[in-house]
T-cell receptor, first 117, second 114 residues
């Protein structure tokens, strides 16, 4: 079955430091992959998505993620953390990938990012 | 509307009562999804509507949960005989239903069963 694993339920970095949030997936077909961010008491906002085009995907707020098929990973990075980046981040896979025009997302458990001044 | 609208934003109900949660998707989006987010948990898929196709109900946790989508637009999630373990944030999302588009989420309904 398709699944998503996010390593680390909580990550803490200092302001200005590199942000690295890890995501590994399993999928029997070429997947579509997503990162979402959730600020307190809000819904989820799409950060970026991988849909089989470029393996390095750039998103909003300076975030990017690299699809590595050999490692079945889609880690999220940002060179320099801001206080405003503190939120919960979710990685998701759409299991049907490129073979279906719709379909539900399977989410990881989420990683809470804290940014220290 | 411009985004996905959910109502109510907060709902407190007594154990055993029925509740209805509403979702207004983005106009023109053919796909609609319900997820549940419990404290400390990820997002749990509940149900998925795509156009006129039969919904994917594979995520509904019990027969106390049901959902419908009228006219291909507004959706209502109904929980009958609520239990304390139903307390969670219920999130609705919609998408154009094509390609690799992401999903636009509403702000959710926080359900508390007392």
């Amino acid at each position: 079955a398709q699944s998503v694993t996010q390593l680390g339920s909580h990550v803490s970095v200092s302001e200005g430091a590199l942000v690295l949030l890890r995501c590994n997936y399993s999928s029997s077909v070429p997947p579509y992959l997503f990162w979402y961010v959730q600020y307190p008491n809000q819904g989820l906002q799409l950060l970026l998505k991988y849909t089989s085009a470029a393996t390095l995907v750039k998103g909003i707020n300076g975030f990017e993620a690299e699809f590595k098929k050999s490692e079945t990973s889609f880690h999220l990075t940002k060179p320099s953390a801001h206080m405003s980046d503190a939120a919960e981040y979710f990685c998701a896979v759409r299991p049907e990938g490129i073979y279906n025009q719709g379909g539900k997302l399977i989410f990881g458990q989420g990683t809470e990012l804290s940014v220290k001044p | 509307g411009a985004g996905v609208s959910q109502s109510p934003s907060n709902k407190v109900t007594e154990k055993g009562k029925d509740v209805e949660l509403r979702c207004d998707p983005i106009s023109g989006h053919t796909a609609l999804y319900w997820y549940r987010q419990s404290l400390g948990q990820g997002l749990e898929f509940l149900i998925y509507f795509q156009g006129n196709s039969a919904p994917d109900k594979s995520g509904l946790p019990s027969d106390r949960f049901s959902a419908e989508r009228t006219g291909g637009s507004v959706s209502t999630l109904t929980i009958q005989r609520t239990q304390q373990e139903d307390s969670a944030v219920y999130l609705c999302a919609s998408s154009p239903g094509t390609g690799g588009d992401g999903y636009t989420f509403g702000s959710g309904t926080r359900l508390t069963v007392v």
